[in-house]
């Protein structure tokens, strides 16, 4: 089938057009180099560099190659930072996928398949099930749930299948180490290639489900395939929760270095986020993740070969009250 992958360039993109073309798919991607590299994109598939942000070269594609199914993965996924970029939250985010779905609804799209996260959940409820009712506290998840709700809205109104998944803290080979506002086992590496320590908001005591993209991307290839999977939310990702603190540790120790941690102040974040599984599992079936040990070993791998990355910092903060000192 022929397939469109925004954000092709990305880090979960790249992994998932990367399976779809595996599995026989003609893929066609979509990336701004925003957030992503062209060295990401897999090999047998067709690229396309722009903006979901344009709308006409958005119905331009989707006129031209009459796609089958579309993997909407482009985004700017910085819940932290997204207080303080709300003009280029909502643009990117939110604008930027109204173009997908409406070129989808035009030329008669089979299926969305669209990345939003646990970041709907807001915070106080884990772990998170996705019969309750998101309550979003940052921008960045205020957008997914909006797309989630505009999607559903579609599939009402024109009949626009789709398929949710809710990931989370997703990490891996081909992750942007630096960026500096997300991603924080990139951070960590990033730093700890440049002999820097390891930065942590607050007390470190918060914690997060790491999960290895090839236990995610996958599962988003094979979604299509699965007519079980239609028009729901799935959360996707690791079962168990670790602290920062703990994950300081388990990084130094798979990138061979000593654990020098620096406290910063705390940021406004929800505490604690974890996801349950089982609608997942109940759908694709259960299998064994790989462990946080072992998925750590293999991205430290990958960094030390690609070395580290200049930390990036964006020009164009909206509002600066409150906005944490290492990121000014």
Not at 84 to 102: A, D, E, K, P, Q
């Amino acid at each position: 089938m022929r397939v469109l992958v925004t954000g092709a360039a990305g880090f979960i993109g790249s992994h998932v057009a990367e399976h779809l073309v595996a599995n026989g798919h003609e893929v066609v991607g979509l990336d701004d180099l925003s957030g992503g590299f062209r060295d990401n994109l897999p090999a047998g598939m067709t690229f396309h560099e722009g903006s979901v942000v344009d709308r006409v070269l958005v119905d331009r594609l989707f006129t031209e190659h009459a796609f089958d199914h579309v993997f909407h993965l482009a985004a700017y996924a910085a819940e932290g930072l997204s207080h303080f970029i709300r003009v280029f939250n909502y643009t990117n985010n939110v604008v930027g996928s109204m173009n997908v779905i409406n070129a989808a609804v035009k030329t008669e799209v089979q299926c969305l398949v669209f990345t939003s996260s646990i970041a709907v959940y807001g915070p106080g409820q884990t772990p998170m099930t996705e019969s309750m009712t998101p309550q979003p506290e940052d921008p960045y998840g205020v957008a997914k749930y909006a797309v989630e709700l505009d999607l559903a809205a579609a599939q009402r109104m024109f009949g626009l299948d789709f398929v949710i998944f809710r990931p989370h803290n997703v990490y891996g080979e081909r992750q942007h180490i630096g960026d500096r506002y997300r991603n924080v086992i990139g951070i960590f590496m990033n730093q700890l290639m440049q002999d820097q320590p390891m930065t942590v908001f607050g007390d470190g005591e918060q914690t997060r489900a790491f999960s290895h993209i090839d236990d995610v991307a996958p599962l988003l290839a094979r979604s299509i395939d699965l007519p079980a999977a239609r028009n729901q939310v799935f959360n996707i990702g690791a079962d168990k929760p670790v602290s920062v603190n703990d994950l300081t540790t388990a990084v130094a120790a798979a990138m061979g270095a000593p654990p020098n941690v620096r406290y910063l102040e705390a940021r406004q974040e929800v505490v604690h986020a974890f996801a349950d599984h089982s609608k997942l599992a109940s759908v694709f079936g259960s299998s064994t993740a790989m462990t946080l040990d072992d998925g750590l070993r293999r991205m430290a791998a990958w960094a030390r070969r690609v070395g580290p990355r200049p930390p990036s910092a964006r020009a164009d903060i909206e509002v600066t009250k409150h906005l944490p000192p290492s990121w000014r």
